[in-house]
């Protein structure tokens, strides 16, 4: 019974251990260092964060945004 109730208290940890080393990965990609904050800039942040240590295993997440121009 007490392994159950360690259980989400263990996946939550792992889960900051994840999103911690992918946040290291866009620190070292130089990532926080852009001042432009575009569409592109910031999903390219959050996946490099979301996709962890897969950053090491040779994952480059990027994301390419485009607004929709308003018609003339």
Request: proline share 7%; charged share 10%.
């Amino acid at each position: 019974m007490r392994t159950r109730n360690r259980l989400p208290g263990v996946l939550g940890v792992l889960m900051l251990v994840w999103l911690v080393i992918g946040a290291v990965a866009a620190g070292q990609r130089g990532y926080f260092d852009d001042a432009s904050t575009n569409c592109a800039s910031v999903g390219t942040i959050a996946v490099t964060i979301v996709a962890g240590p897969l950053n090491y295993a040779g994952v480059n997440p990027t994301v390419d945004c485009e607004y929709p121009q308003p018609s003339s």
